[in-house]
T-cell receptor
């Protein structure tokens, strides 16, 4: 049982480049989330989804986009990367409002 | 707006000591509260989930309590071990927007051998 799988684990982007962070879960969870974690800070919600075809903004959505075409996948798109987007990104999933499970994270550096 | 605070920010204890980590939240209208462990450079591992109707949950040497009316939760770790060294995060799921988790900044725990 893989749980929540994120790819890639590490990435370096140049300012202005774009990329997609992949997230997949195999637990048939309806809720999925993207968080970012900056040093010394708690996790901040970027986007979330309560089911295929339904997404909504979290606290810090600017500079990001998401889509949810299937229950399993919830990719996060970064357009025109900026140094402020240097962070660790976590994807998570849950069955409704119950226990949330997290992926191992993607460490992104924008230079 | 729900805010979550964890005190202390860092804690260093000798091996074998019992310890308590604190989590407070500003709005008592929550569905549940979850404690996580995060090792350096790793993802979050769920430790315990307490529903709003529950007072405590136990798993091995870990015991988490919830006092919803006062907006507090504690994570008790018995007989601490060096392997317990990690960052511990708490998160609440507010009733106002139950499809989100609101996190505290975490407590960095170091258990010295």
């Amino acid at each position: 049982n893989a749980g929540v799988t994120q790819t890639p684990k590490f990435r370096i982007l140049k300012i202005g480049q774009s990329m997609t962070l992949q997230c997949a879960q195999d637990m048939n969870h309806n809720y999925m989330y993207w968080y970012r974690q900056d040093p010394g800070m708690g996790l901040k919600l970027i986007y979330y989804s309560v089911g295929a075809g339904i997404t909504d903004k979290g606290e810090v959505p600017n500079g990001y986009n998401v889509s949810r075409s299937t229950t399993e996948d919830f990719p996060l798109r970064l357009e025109l990367a900026a140094p402020s987007q240097t962070s660790v990104y976590f994807c998570a999933s849950s069955l409704d409002i119950q226990r949330a499970f997290f992926g191992q994270g993607t460490r992104l550096t924008v230079v | 707006k729900q805010e979550v605070t964890q005190i202390p920010a860092a804690l260093s204890v000798p091996e074998g000591e019992n310890l308590v980590l604190n989590c407070s939240f500003t709005d008592s209208a929550i569905y549940n509260l979850q404690w996580f462990r995060q090792d350096p450079g790793k993802g979050l591992t769920s430790l315990l989930l307490i529903q709003s109707s529950q007072r405590e949950q136990t798993s091995g040497r870990l015991n988490a309590s919830l006092d919803k009316s006062s907006g507090r939760s504690t994570l008790y770790i018995a007989a601490s071990q060096p392997g317990d060294s990690a960052t511990y995060l708490c998160a609440v799921r507010p009733r106002e927007y139950g499809n989100k988790l609101v996190f505290g900044a975490g407590t960095i725990l170091r258990v010295k051998s």
